[in-house]
């Protein structure tokens, strides 16, 4: 068979080497460059077309040549081509049946990438990694009922890739395929492995395997044609599967916040062993009671006078607990804490001069998920059950609650007992509505960000005016947090909100101060608390 020099050219322009194979898929013409500089395809002829390609290569050859009718041509098919060497390359593959050499089929190979140690294992396109939450899902999956000794064999790692920036789409979902089949290949059972960000990766994976997985990540670039480097570390999961899992969603979410890094100076290994030092430090200090209660005063709006506290832990140098609060909440640590908090309370109001005191104590939601917060408390206060009439817990939203109706029957419990249930941030989060709806309660504290500008917003005015009136059609007292100035405190009260939080009335101290400042007094003598109304 001769080809003129310019069906040659045309031939050439579309693809690296041109074969027809037999009905038995032998070569019996080829033309054209090999795998790799200095191969020729001429070599191939009377030899299977499958052995210049891999094994999943040759099958899908066959499946193509055996599908193809006279006069049709092939879809694109991705193959595998041996370069002889120990290495592969990558190759679009098609096929054309001519009815005028029929039973024998053409085929054109156009190469891709440079070639590639065959230890890479090669993936199709559209086999993409799972992202931070498949991967976080197939992971607790996975972790679900090992033993303590198998997951002190396991570690977390992270691999950063760099070199991804500008590269097409096309290639770009090739090659983060194939990084999160290296990947999957690399973990401890052939799947934990995820994408978490454009150029972040996660896998889960025995704690010695001695894998150079920036290495390999250089490879799998180089598969692609692309100059790839990256930055691999790992930790330790420790004994425990559920803490492991918590610990691992915590320190990606916080490493992801807004799309990137909260701290670009920090790893994700290194965010993993800090939130797991972290947690046992907070269990410590829970255990051994570490951190003290500070007391904030609620105010009646109408006359100034104190009419209870809120306690508010202070972990260290008066710091607050916002952070430790929201990581206890995530890794299923806040329960304890939060019984903790209600104890040193329930010691306060039975300390001499504690006789006029009435405390509120925050309860995360997360608490209320079982009965164990609400029998605990219980069992507190049953030597001294007029305490209970001193008490009030407010249910924050910072955790929210899966089932109202089993956290409403709990609440009940309380609220026969004599303590008060308010909801805590109304206004803060989506599940406020939700709370006033589903819970029986007897006040709502507003959030903060609702009452800041109260005195110079026409529409916040109007929108905790209706609230206001939503709670006392319900016959909820109202309590509005963050006071800062007398013209708010003003506002709010001349819309019917009952009580009042903030620096106006007094900052949180060591020990509750019933007498506040001079000018925060009006219209009743200082020291006079009043009781819940």
């Not at 050499?101 to 090669?122: D, M, N, Q, T």
């Not at 709006?301 to 206890?328: Q, Y």
Request: hydrophobic content about 45%; overall charge negative.
């Amino acid at each position: 068979m001769t080809l003129t020099p310019r069906l040659l050219g045309l031939a050439f322009a579309a693809a690296d080497a041109l074969i027809e194979v037999d009905q038995q898929g032998v070569v019996r013409f080829a033309l054209g460059s090999g795998a790799v500089a200095g191969q020729q395809t001429a070599a191939w002829v009377g030899h299977p077309f499958s052995e210049r390609l891999s094994i999943n290569s040759a099958a899908a050859l066959q499946a193509l040549l055996d599908g193809l009718n006279p006069g049709q041509r092939s879809p694109a098919t991705e193959v595998l081509v041996d370069c002889g060497d120990g290495r592969m390359r990558r190759a679009t593959l098609r096929a054309f049946a001519l009815p005028d050499i029929a039973p024998a089929r053409s085929c054109a190979l156009s190469y891709e990438g440079e070639p590639f140690a065959v230890g890479v294992e090669p993936v199709q396109i559209g086999a993409a990694p799972p992202d931070a939450e498949g991967f976080l899902n197939h992971a607790r999956a996975s972790l679900s009922g090992g033993d303590a000794g198998a997951l002190q064999r396991l570690a977390l790692a992270f691999i950063d890739v760099n070199g991804l920036q500008g590269v097409d789409a096309t290639t770009l979902e090739r090659v983060h395929n194939r990084i999160g089949a290296t990947l999957s290949a690399a973990s401890h059972d052939g799947a934990s492995a995820g994408r978490l960000t454009p150029d972040r990766y996660a896998l889960i994976r025995k704690a010695d395997d001695q894998r150079d997985l920036a290495d390999e990540m250089r490879m799998a670039g180089q598969a692609e044609g692309l100059v790839l480097s990256a930055v691999a570390s790992q930790a330790s999961l420790g004994e425990d599967a559920a803490s492991a899992l918590r610990a691992m969603r915590f320190a990606i979410e916080g490493c992801l916040k807004e799309g990137g890094l909260e701290q670009p100076e920090l790893s994700f290994a290194d965010s993993l062993q800090r939130t797991l030092k972290d947690a046992d430090r907070f269990r410590s200090i829970v255990r051994d009671r570490e951190f003290a209660l500070y007391y904030q005063p609620i105010v009646d709006l109408k006359t100034r006078a104190v009419h209870h506290f809120e306690a508010l832990a202070r972990f260290g140098k008066g710091s607050g607990p916002a952070a430790a609060i929201r990581m206890a909440e995530e890794l299923a640590l806040i329960d304890g804490f939060d019984l903790v908090v209600a104890e040193k309370a329930v010691r306060r109001l039975r300390e001499p001069g504690g006789g006029l005191l009435k405390i509120a104590v925050n309860v995360s939601g997360a608490s209320l998920a079982s009965d164990a917060y609400v029998a605990a408390l219980m069992k507190m206060t049953a030597s001294a059950p007029e305490d209970r009439r001193r008490l009030m817990v407010e249910v924050t939203e910072t955790a929210a609650l899966a089932d109202l109706a089993a956290a409403d029957r709990r609440l009940g419990a309380l609220r026969k007992a004599g303590i008060k249930v308010c909801i805590d941030d109304f206004g803060a989060g989506s599940a406020s509505f939700d709370y006033l709806r589903g819970l029986s309660v007897d006040a709502v504290k507003i959030d903060g960000g609702l009452v800041r500008d109260i005195d110079i917003d026409a529409r916040t005015r109007t929108l905790v005016a209706h609230l206001v009136e939503l709670c006392g059609s319900l016959e909820l007292e109202t309590i509005a947090e963050m006071i800062e100035t007398d013209q708010v405190a003003d506002a709010l009260r001349d819309l019917g909100v009952t009580h009042g939080q903030g620096w106006l009335f007094g900052r949180a101290e060591a020990e509750p101060r019933t007498v506040l400042n001079a000018p925060a007094i009006r219209g009743r003598r200082q020291g006079v608390v009043e009781g819940w109304s």
